[in-house]
């Protein structure tokens, strides 16, 4: 597809399972940023990845999250013994690469829902 | 302090008036803005980016930038419903900042 694809869209799970979600940047995109919002808030950064290091993850919230990339393309994110504070939309963004004149293109997300 | 400041809103303005929405950044050496639009339930779609002081129009959509008095807006000219969203300022220093956005709300 044209865009940043994101899978799945809409996730339910109980307390303390682990998740895994997935996003597909756009061809040819190098750079690829995971955010978090959670309801009627902002966008809360997580990682960025250009290739396949991850220069920047100061914005993951607890060592219960990782995330990884490989083949410069696929990432995924993972959430081990999920918390109901946990429970946001994920976003996804690719960009050419990490640079200050690249605007970052969205993906749909992922609704995370703990109960 | 916030690194980037919106109003929340909502702002609400009448079919076919002009929509000004304001942000202002910390960051002195900021380097490129962006305005997204979210719409509600879905995800940030880029509007409009913004690189040197001055004004860029884009269709009914016109980004001002003051790098002196770190401000950066948005105009929507000629709102329509449909312009009805939440719109969110980012500002890159050294990584994209997010403000939390400013509802608008557009009223037929």
């Known amino acids: 597809g044209a865009g940043v694809s994101q899978s799945p869209s809409n996730k339910v799970t109980e307390k303390g399972k682990d998740v895994e979600l997935r996003c597909d940047p756009i061809s040819g995109h190098t750079a690829l940023y995971w955010y978090r919002q959670s309801l009627g808030q902002g966008l809360e950064f997580l990682i960025y990845?250009?290739?396949?290091?991850?220069?920047?993850k100061s914005g993951l919230p607890s060592d219960r999250f990782s995330a990884e990339r490989t083949g410069g393309s696929v990432s995924t994110l993972t959430i081990q013994r999920t918390q109901q504070e946990d429970s946001a939309v994920y976003l996804c963004a690719s960009s050419f690469f990490q640079g200050s004149n690249q605007p970052q293109h969205f993906g749909d997300g992922t609704r995370l829902s703990i109960l | 302090q916030k690194e980037v400041e919106q109003n929340s809103g909502p702002l609400s303005v009448p079919e076919g008036a002009i929509a000004s929405l304001n942000c202002t950044y910390s960051d002195r050496v900021s380097q490129s803005f962006f305005w997204y639009r979210q719409y509600s339930g879905k995800s940030p779609e880029l509007i409009m980016s913004i690189y040197s002081n001055g004004d860029k129009e884009d269709g009914r959509f016109t980004a001002q930038l003051n790098k002196a008095s770190q401000y950066v807006s948005l105009l929507i000219r000629d709102s329509q419903p449909s312009d009805s969203a939440t719109y969110l300022c980012?500002?890159?220093?050294?990584?994209?900042?997010f403000g939390a956005g400013t509802i608008l709300r557009v009223k037929s």
């Open positions: 990845f250009q290739g396949n290091s991850a220069p920047d």
């Open positions: 980012a500002v890159y220093g050294n990584k994209l900042v």
